[in-house]
Protein backbone atom coordinates (compact mmCIF):
# COMPACT_ATOMS: atom_id res chain seq x y z
CA UNK A 1 0.00 0.00 0.00
CA UNK A 2 2.74 2.54 1.18
CA UNK A 3 4.72 1.71 -2.34
CA UNK A 4 1.81 2.52 -4.43
CA UNK A 5 0.53 5.41 -2.36
CA UNK A 6 4.19 6.94 -2.34
CA UNK A 7 3.80 7.57 -6.24
CA UNK A 8 2.05 10.64 -8.40
CA UNK A 9 0.25 8.32 -10.87
CA UNK A 10 -1.63 6.39 -8.32
CA UNK A 11 -5.19 7.72 -7.42
CA UNK A 12 -6.26 6.31 -3.77
CA UNK A 13 -9.97 7.02 -4.64
CA UNK A 14 -10.17 5.08 -7.78
CA UNK A 15 -13.48 2.86 -7.98
CA UNK A 16 -13.75 -0.39 -9.71
CA UNK A 17 -16.63 -0.99 -12.08
CA UNK A 18 -18.89 -1.79 -8.95
CA UNK A 19 -17.73 1.17 -7.78
CA UNK A 20 -15.57 -0.12 -4.73
CA UNK A 21 -12.81 2.00 -3.90
CA UNK A 22 -9.47 0.46 -1.94
CA UNK A 23 -11.21 2.47 1.24
CA UNK A 24 -14.35 0.65 0.74
CA UNK A 25 -12.60 -2.99 0.14
CA UNK A 26 -10.42 -1.89 3.55
CA UNK A 27 -13.77 -1.36 5.46
CA UNK A 28 -15.52 -3.80 4.51
CA UNK A 29 -12.45 -6.29 5.00
CA UNK A 30 -11.76 -4.97 8.62
CA UNK A 31 -7.81 -3.61 7.33
CA UNK A 32 -7.92 -0.72 10.41
CA UNK A 33 -4.58 0.00 9.57
CA UNK A 34 -4.71 0.69 5.69
CA UNK A 35 -8.49 2.02 6.65
CA UNK A 36 -6.54 4.68 8.98
CA UNK A 37 -3.81 5.53 5.97
CA UNK A 38 -6.00 6.07 3.04
CA UNK A 39 -8.66 8.37 5.58
CA UNK A 40 -5.45 10.66 6.03
CA UNK A 41 -5.00 11.15 2.44
CA UNK A 42 -6.76 14.50 1.12
CA UNK A 43 -7.87 13.09 -1.83
CA UNK A 44 -9.81 9.79 -0.54
CA UNK A 45 -14.14 10.68 0.04
CA UNK A 46 -14.75 8.75 3.36
CA UNK A 47 -18.77 8.69 2.37
CA UNK A 48 -17.91 7.43 -1.63
CA UNK A 49 -20.65 5.31 -2.12
CA UNK A 50 -20.56 2.02 -4.48
CA UNK A 51 -23.17 1.32 -7.05
CA UNK A 52 -25.66 -0.11 -4.49
CA UNK A 53 -24.75 3.27 -2.71
CA UNK A 54 -23.42 1.47 0.17
CA UNK A 55 -20.52 2.94 1.63
CA UNK A 56 -17.06 2.33 3.49
CA UNK A 57 -18.95 2.82 6.88
CA UNK A 58 -21.91 0.49 5.93
CA UNK A 59 -20.35 -2.06 5.26
CA UNK A 60 -17.85 -1.65 7.98
CA UNK A 61 -21.17 -1.50 10.15
CA UNK A 62 -22.47 -4.66 8.64
CA UNK A 63 -19.60 -6.28 8.78
CA UNK A 64 -19.16 -5.80 12.89
CA UNK A 65 -15.70 -3.61 12.52
CA UNK A 66 -16.44 -1.81 15.53
CA UNK A 67 -12.54 -0.56 15.78
CA UNK A 68 -13.26 0.78 11.56
CA UNK A 69 -16.83 2.53 12.56
CA UNK A 70 -15.47 4.62 14.88
CA UNK A 71 -12.65 5.88 12.42
CA UNK A 72 -15.44 6.93 10.63
CA UNK A 73 -18.22 8.48 12.95
CA UNK A 74 -15.21 10.70 14.26
CA UNK A 75 -15.33 12.25 11.09
CA UNK A 76 -18.08 15.24 9.68
CA UNK A 77 -17.87 14.52 6.34
CA UNK A 78 -19.41 10.89 6.79
CA UNK A 79 -23.35 10.66 7.28
CA UNK A 80 -23.80 7.48 9.64
CA UNK A 81 -27.21 7.40 8.51
CA UNK A 82 -26.71 7.18 4.85
CA UNK A 83 -29.06 4.50 3.32
CA UNK A 84 -28.19 2.33 0.50
CA UNK A 85 -30.18 1.74 -2.62
CA UNK A 86 -32.88 -0.53 -0.81
CA UNK A 87 -33.26 1.91 2.07
CA UNK A 88 -30.90 -0.27 4.49
CA UNK A 89 -28.63 1.73 6.97
CA UNK A 90 -26.09 1.35 8.34
CA UNK A 91 -27.52 0.66 11.96
CA UNK A 92 -30.38 -1.49 10.32
CA UNK A 93 -27.35 -3.88 8.82
CA UNK A 94 -25.55 -3.99 12.32
CA UNK A 95 -28.63 -4.54 14.38
CA UNK A 96 -30.06 -7.53 11.97
CA UNK A 97 -26.84 -9.12 12.23
CA UNK A 98 -26.67 -8.91 16.34
CA UNK A 99 -23.35 -6.74 16.08
CA UNK A 100 -24.10 -5.13 19.13
CA UNK A 101 -20.55 -2.69 19.60
CA UNK A 102 -21.43 -1.40 16.60
CA UNK A 103 -24.75 -0.56 17.19
CA UNK A 104 -23.80 1.30 20.89
CA UNK A 105 -21.49 3.34 18.83
CA UNK A 106 -24.42 4.60 15.99
CA UNK A 107 -27.31 4.64 18.84
CA UNK A 108 -24.83 7.13 20.63
CA UNK A 109 -25.55 9.44 17.75
CA UNK A 110 -28.36 12.39 17.21
CA UNK A 111 -27.97 12.07 13.68
CA UNK A 112 -28.79 8.52 13.72
CA UNK A 113 -32.20 7.50 13.26
CA UNK A 114 -33.65 3.99 14.61
CA UNK A 115 -36.67 3.61 13.73
CA UNK A 116 -35.87 4.30 10.07
CA UNK A 117 -36.97 1.44 7.72
CA UNK A 118 -35.90 0.57 4.42
CA UNK A 119 -37.73 0.02 1.61
CA UNK A 120 -39.48 -3.69 2.31
CA UNK A 121 -40.02 -1.64 5.52
CA UNK A 122 -37.99 -3.97 7.74
CA UNK A 123 -36.42 -1.76 10.84
CA UNK A 124 -33.57 -2.02 13.29
CA UNK A 125 -35.66 -3.05 16.41
CA UNK A 126 -37.72 -6.22 14.93
CA UNK A 127 -34.99 -7.21 12.56
CA UNK A 128 -32.84 -7.83 15.63
CA UNK A 129 -36.00 -9.21 17.52
CA UNK A 130 -36.59 -11.60 14.61
CA UNK A 131 -33.02 -13.05 14.47
CA UNK A 132 -32.66 -13.63 18.36
CA UNK A 133 -30.31 -10.41 18.84
CA UNK A 134 -31.22 -9.83 22.67
CA UNK A 135 -28.38 -7.54 23.50
CA UNK A 136 -29.05 -5.48 20.41
CA UNK A 137 -32.62 -4.91 21.05
CA UNK A 138 -32.10 -4.08 24.41
CA UNK A 139 -30.18 -1.25 23.24
CA UNK A 140 -32.75 -0.35 20.76
CA UNK A 141 -35.15 0.00 23.21
CA UNK A 142 -33.14 2.59 25.05
CA UNK A 143 -33.15 4.72 22.49
CA UNK A 144 -36.31 6.95 22.64
CA UNK A 145 -37.72 6.35 19.21
CA UNK A 146 -36.92 2.91 18.44
CA UNK A 147 -40.46 1.84 17.80
CA UNK A 148 -41.09 -1.39 19.43
CA UNK A 149 -44.77 -1.37 18.44
CA UNK A 150 -43.71 -0.41 14.62
CA UNK A 151 -44.51 -2.78 12.18
CA UNK A 152 -42.68 -3.95 9.05
CA UNK A 153 -44.51 -3.95 5.88
CA UNK A 154 -45.84 -7.47 6.37
CA UNK A 155 -47.03 -6.86 9.81
CA UNK A 156 -44.72 -8.37 12.00
CA UNK A 157 -43.98 -6.29 14.94
CA UNK A 158 -40.69 -6.60 17.68
CA UNK A 159 -42.76 -8.90 19.81
CA UNK A 160 -44.02 -11.28 17.12
CA UNK A 161 -40.19 -11.64 15.74
CA UNK A 162 -39.35 -11.94 19.42
CA UNK A 163 -41.75 -14.81 19.76
CA UNK A 164 -39.68 -16.75 17.15
CA UNK A 165 -36.71 -17.18 18.73
CA UNK A 166 -37.64 -16.85 22.56
CA UNK A 167 -36.14 -18.39 25.60
CA UNK A 168 -38.52 -18.06 28.72
CA UNK A 169 -36.86 -16.44 32.12
CA UNK A 170 -39.49 -15.83 34.45
Known amino acids: MKLLL ?22 REGHKEIVELLLGLNDVNPDKPDHHLRT ?4 AAREG ?3 IVKLFLRRDDVNPDKPDRSGRTPLLEAAARGHEPVVKLLLRRDDVTPEK ?3 DGQRPLPSAAHNGHEGVVRLLLEREKAGPNEANLD ?8 ARKATWEP
Open 65 to 67: HDE
Open 155 to 162: GKTSLRGA
Open 56 to 59: PLWW
Open 117 to 119: PDK
Open 6 to 27: GRNDVNPDKPDRAGHTPLWGAA
